[in-house]
């Protein structure tokens, strides 16, 4: 997929473990807050400088800003130029309603939460409907609209009208010492509030949705999710959290003006910061914050502030150029060596007095730090060449040992015969489950598929073959609701699924693969397919989809690779992946689409073998396939397309006999 | 009257922006490449002209012998330096957008924040203005929409005419293909971006003929390029004329009608809009060039 | 003409030629048959230059052409009809055409070139200023046979001509084909439909699951049983 950031896999650990360390997180957050809320309340008795409270405030501001961006554009990959007009939007609501018309200044950030949430649900009900929308033009449609609001408030005087708005200081508890303590404090709780947000996200449902349409997002429709709905949720809790920062921006500055709250550098800033960090991951944007504002500091104090903005340009280009996801990915995978260095880089200058400012020395220690990260390049896992072997063995192993582990099946678990005799059908065919009547698609005055009638009954294993360009894709894209169409009506299970978008027809019963295999790269082989089950047909919670999963993954054989990530799998592995992951949605149709190109002999016996047993777990089957003689030995029925109708339709060997398909596929002349 | 006046100069000084534009929506349409970089060689070329002309008494005008060469070899560079890291479409915007702040910065520093405007007595043509019917036309705008006019359909003709032009072209819709006919991708994307330098130079020069300087122009123009890019289809470059001068003429009138603040919102209004209806462009008929 | 010894490509970490060897001498029309997904497309990508990923020994004239870039195999007298035509939709067909004979060698000589074309395909001609993205796909088929030949090649890479054309357009398109070997062009012909593929060759290569299963002359692949058993599956 072009045009959407994607994420490497280490970026984005999501295993067993952190779900567990939930609890231990929510602890530690709790008391990170509380430290830092200390810092202010008792400053003057810790004799904390107040220099460094001010700093601190402005990180909080940034990290509210940045884990805002972070949770639309890190977790689900459409980047976002526009962060401005939350912060705009946020920041006129207060000074206009508080500052000029002495509205309560709390009830002002309800206001400005509200705003933004129906700011961000127009532009998300427009741009996300457009199937066509490439991420860039979604980046520029997001620039754009903080030049409409800057606007808008230049004009209207009820706004701004060109003069600003001044913004007085709230009342506020006595206890909590100077404007400036209150400041950080409110800061303090709202910067909380956004990671504590971003990080429950990421760990829900919706987050697990996100990654899976950062990865690869049409895959994520046909396995059931509603894209939609979840970029639209990540979108307005984007715009909810930044309104609320931009509020409490509006008390900071005082003065508000459209070129201080619009600004350009806003989205500048909060994109460097969380690329630097690393987006996809709750914690980056704080990584970025910390660094990018303590080296901003430190430039303006050592006099070269107007190397500042150089600075962060070098930093956006490098980062584009070397590290695209991050120092939090970095750091996860060496943790010591980076925490060590920055420990005891910044304790060899701060303890001597060496620089007199010890935040200098901290500086030195973070980039030192960064340095020893990025140092390295990762080195990438050898893609294992024996693991083909070890899968077969565990399929023939799991076969015999444990049968009771395929899905309930009322007929009788027949032991697999040798894979090169026919097949013989489980069962004898069901119901009618699928039924196209006068189906035709056409692409501009290419007719894929012409007058297309044909009925597949429950457990039949169904070989769809034809010459190239005879239409098989065309009608598995349709069947699995990728297409639709042009005229005609299809039915599956009773259901018209013509007009449905894919995720529901995937949850009528169809689950459909890819030709090339498209796993969700940052997620591990049990989760890929965990995803199935918690968006599928019957949606479970993540830890039940986990333990299912491992269930469809024996089927096909991989469950020793279970914690692997698709990455290190070979093509085949990455293929039974698929065929998985769409087992796991527990579908009465299952459609394969080429599923077996480019695999050695070995390979596809152990294919075949797999195929048979997802049949016999009552699983009807079509399988498009070029190679004839895997489908002699497996279908119970052939239909035969050419040129977009269907030529032949019926038992294998009949079907292969038949004058007609011979001259299909031979020419006009040969016989049979 | 005075209506039709704003509509007239706008539509002339619509034409900078096409010229402005056109460099950035060829790279988009052929490359793939969002280069933002690119405002950053026109506002390097702005004050380049504003400095010859200051310093070594040149006319505006030859100081294109300068700037011109310069930014054809600057362009080049980025362009090679992309291709060679092998940057994608969203990294390119990111990447690019870095760039872009270096650059804005370098002339901050040497030219500092303040408005920079080259003198009356070193520019003759800062006053001059053609008189027609009752309407006044200021020579710099006529001389920017002469020159970008001339420099888009030289450059449209060229697209069309050229086998150079037909690479390109190629280029766009299927490079592999391309490829396979001899077209080498990198050389032309090289010599791409070296052409679309060219023309920031000859952009720069016109706008500071007519407009005070600062480094903060080049986000200035971001909006209203864009606007004329994606209004007159990525890549089609007698679309983004067309855009350029409607840009312009509604900007004119609405700054008249309404007030000169409501301009902008009433034309990214109009472009969202125009994003969401008709994403291709409102001129494109597909395809490149 | 052209000597391929040893050639394997991949996708990936996924093998598509195994040990793929062939010859092909000047004048001569070779097919490659077989059933989709036997790598007939790879096999005819990785010697124009497009398929990069790939093992082995590809020499045109008995220079070797293995490792040289995508742009400047075609300098080395070979030109390609892609799959699925490939002309360039938005361009018009003159501009198609022009575009075929970009490489140096076929520049300086392309008016010529040009009436040529337009003498084999008088279709073409009457429609020199239409998007070429509006054609037939017979007109397709034969614009961007026209386009290969405007780089005056030594050897021409067919890949599927018949695909998706009614049977009289395949006529026309065969006839073409045999017209231009008759200029003394190789021809390196990639076919699903056999009948005609070894109507038209002198010798042919089966191609089944990424390898040569059998070469020999046309003649005797037609009278053999081989050919059928493997593209049926039997």
């Not at chain 1, 990421?202 to 899976?212: E, I, K």
């Not at chain 1, 039974?576 to 695999?599: F, N, Q, V």
């Not at chain 2, 409607?246 to 609405?254: D, H, P, T, Y």
């Not at chain 3, 089966?206 to 299963?213: N, S």
């Amino acid at each position: 997929m072009t045009g959407r950031s994607t994420e490497s896999p280490r970026a984005m650990r999501t295993s067993a473990r952190d779900r567990a360390g939930g609890l231990r997180y929510a602890v530690a957050f709790v008391l990170a807050i509380a430290a830092l809320a200390t810092l202010s309340l008792y400053r003057e008795t810790m004799g904390f400088p107040m220099f460094y409270l001010v700093l601190l405030t402005t990180m909080l501001f940034w990290v509210t800003q940045a884990t805002s961006w972070n949770i639309l554009s890190g977790y689900s990959g459409y980047f976002s130029f526009g962060q401005a007009a939350y912060v705009g939007v946020g920041a006129y609501t207060t000074a206009v309603l508080y500052g000029r018309h002495q509205i309560n200044f709390y009830l002002t950030l309800v206001v400005s939460a509200a705003l933004c949430a129906v700011l961000a649900l127009a532009v998300g009900a427009l741009a996300f409907r457009l199937r066509s929308l490439r991420g860039e033009i979604f980046a520029l449609l997001t620039l754009a609209v903080p030049f409409i609001l800057a606007a808008l408030a230049r004009i209207r005087p009820e706004i701004d009208g060109g003069q600003g708005v001044v913004v007085p200081i709230p009342p506020f508890p006595a206890e909590l010492g100077r404007f400036q303590d209150f400041l950080y404090l409110i800061n303090l709780l709202v910067a909380g509030a956004a990671v504590a947000v971003a990080f429950g996200m990421q760990q829900s449902r919706a987050g697990w949705a996100l990654a899976a349409i950062r990865d690869a997002e049409d895959v994520a429709e046909g396995l059931g999710v509603a894209t939609f709905r979840y970029k639209l949720q990540a979108l307005v809790t984007s715009g909810v959290i930044g309104g609320v920062g931009g509020s409490v921006f509006a008390l900071q500055i005082g003065f508000v003006a459209v070129e201080s709250v619009f600004n350009l550098t806003i989205p500048l800033f909060v994109i460097v910061m969380s690329v630097l960090g690393g987006r996809s991951h709750w914690f980056g944007p704080v990584i970025g914050v910390a660094f990018i504002v303590l080296l901003q500091d430190r430039l303006t104090a050592s006099g070269l502030g107007d190397w500042q903005l150089i600075a962060l340009g070098v930093v956006l280009a490098g980062l584009v150029i070397i590290a695209p996801d991050g120092l939090y990915a970095r750091l996860r995978a060496r943790p010591v060596p980076v925490l060590a260095t920055f420990a005891l880089v910044t304790a060899a200058l701060w303890i001597p007095d060496l620089p007199a400012e010890p935040l200098d020395a901290i500086l030195a220690g973070m980039l030192a730090a960064t340095a020893v990260a990025l140092w390295r390049p990762r080195r990438r896992g050898a893609v294992p060449q024996t693991r083909a072997a070890e899968t077969s063995a565990a399929v023939t192993d799991a076969d015999a040992g444990t049968p009771a582990v395929t899905a309930a099946d009322a007929s009788a678990v027949a032991r697999p015969s040798d894979a090169a005799k026919p097949a013989t059908p489980a069962t004898e065919p069901g119901e009618v489950l699928v039924e196209c009547r006068g189906v035709a698609r056409y692409f501009g005055g290419v007719r894929a598929l012409e007058d297309v009638t044909l009925t597949i009954r429950e457990g039949e294993l169904v070989g769809l073959v034809g010459p190239n360009g005879s239409g098989k894709t065309t009608l598995v894209g349709l069947l699995s609701g990728n297409l639709r169409p042009t005229r005609g009506s299809i039915r599956v299970a009773g259901h018209e699924i013509t007009g449905l978008p894919p995720h529901r027809v995937a949850h009528v019963g169809v689950a459909r693969t890819y030709q090339i295999p498209r796993p969700f790269a940052s997620m591990t082989v049990r989760d890929n397919v965990a995803m199935a089950i918690m968006f599928g047909r019957s949606p479970e919670p993540l830890a039940a989809a986990r333990r299912d999963a491992q269930r469809h993954l024996e089927v096909v054989g991989l469950d020793a690779l279970a914690d692997v990530y698709p990455s290190a799998l070979n093509l085949h592995q990455r293929q039974l992946l698929e065929m998985a992951r769409a087992l796991a949605t527990d579908p009465k149709l299952l459609l394969l689409d080429e599923a077996l190109a480019g695999l050695n002999p070995a390979e596809i016996d152990n294919a075949v073998e797999v195929l048979r047993r997802i049949h016999r777990s009552g699983v009807t089957i079509v399988i498009v396939e070029h190679l004839l003689r895997v489908v002699n030995q497996l279908a119970t029925r052939i239909i035969v397309l050419d040129r977009g109708t269907c030529l032949a339709d019926g038992d294998p060997r009949a079907v292969m006999s038949d004058p007609a398909v011979i001259q299909a596929y031979l020419g006009k002349r040969a016989h049979a | 009257m005075i209506t039709l006046q704003a509509a007239l100069a706008g539509a002339l000084i619509g034409g900078l922006y096409a010229l402005m534009a056109a460099g950035v929506s060829v790279t988009w349409g052929v490359l793939r490449i969002i280069n933002l970089a690119h405002f950053g060689m026109i506002l390097l070329s702005a004050y380049l002209t504003f400095q010859l002309v200051t310093s070594w008494g040149m006319d505006p005008i030859l100081t294109l012998v300068v700037t011109v060469p310069g930014m054809f070899v600057l362009g080049g560079a980025i362009q090679w330096a992309y291709d060679r890291l092998g940057i994608s479409e969203l990294n390119s915007l990111l990447l690019s957008f870095g760039l872009l702040i270096l650059m804005v910065q370098a002339v901050s520093i040497v030219w500092s924040a303040d408005f920079q405007r080259m003198h009356e007595s070193a520019n003759p043509y800062a006053t001059g203005s053609v008189t027609v019917g009752g309407l006044v036309f200021p020579i710099t705008t006529l001389l920017a929409f002469g020159f970008a006019v001339s420099l888009i359909a030289g450059a449209h003709v060229a697209l069309q005419r050229t086998f150079l032009g037909r690479a390109l072209r190629a280029c766009a819709e299927d490079p592999a293909v391309a490829a396979a006919f001899g077209i080498d991708h990198r050389r032309i994307g090289t010599l791409l971006g070296a052409a679309a330098g060219a023309t920031a130079a000859v952009a720069g020069m016109l706008f500071a003929l007519a407009n005070a300087l600062t480094p903060a122009s080049a986000f200035e123009w971001f909006g209203t390029v864009f606007a004329v890019v994606i209004l007159g289809g990525i890549g089609h470059l007698v679309g983004t004329l067309a855009a350029g001068v409607l840009v312009g003429m509604v900007s004119g009138v609405v700054s008249v009608v309404l007030s000169p603040a409501a301009a902008p919102f009433v034309l990214f209004s109009a472009i969202v809009l125009a994003l969401l209806l008709r994403p291709q462009g409102l001129f494109a008929t597909r395809g490149a060039a | 003409m052209l000597e391929i010894r040893d050639l394997d490509a991949f996708y990936g970490d996924a093998q598509a030629l195994w040990n793929v060897s062939l010859d092909v001498h000047s004048g001569e029309t070779v097919s490659i048959i077989g059933t989709n997904g036997a790598g007939k497309t790879t096999l005819v990508n990785s010697i124009a230059g497009i398929h990069r990923s790939r093992r082995g020994r590809i020499a045109i004239d008995g220079v070797d052409v293995t490792g040289v870039p995508a742009h400047r195999v075609c300098e080395h007298g070979v030109a390609i009809v892609p799959e699925g035509r490939r002309v360039f939709p938005h361009m018009s067909v003159y501009d198609n055409l022009c575009l075929g004979a970009y490489r140096a060698g076929a520049r300086p000589s392309y008016r010529d070139t040009l009436n040529e074309v337009y003498e084999l395909f008088p279709r073409l001609a009457q429609r020199r200023d239409q998007r070429a993205g509006s054609l037939s796909g017979g007109e397709q088929q034969m614009l961007a046979i026209g386009r290969a030949m405007m780089a005056r090649p030594r050897l021409l890479l067919l890949d599927e001509p018949s695909l998706g054309l009614a049977p009289v357009m395949v006529d026309a398109v065969f006839e073409a084909i045999e017209a231009i070997s008759a200029r003394d062009v190789a021809v390196l012909l990639v076919e699903q439909d056999v009948e005609r593929a070894l109507d038209i060759s002198s010798r042919a290569y089966l191609l089944a699951e990424g390898r040569v299963v059998a070469g020999d002359t046309a003649e005797a692949l037609r009278r053999s049983d081989e050919v059928r058993r493997s593209v049926l599956g039997l």
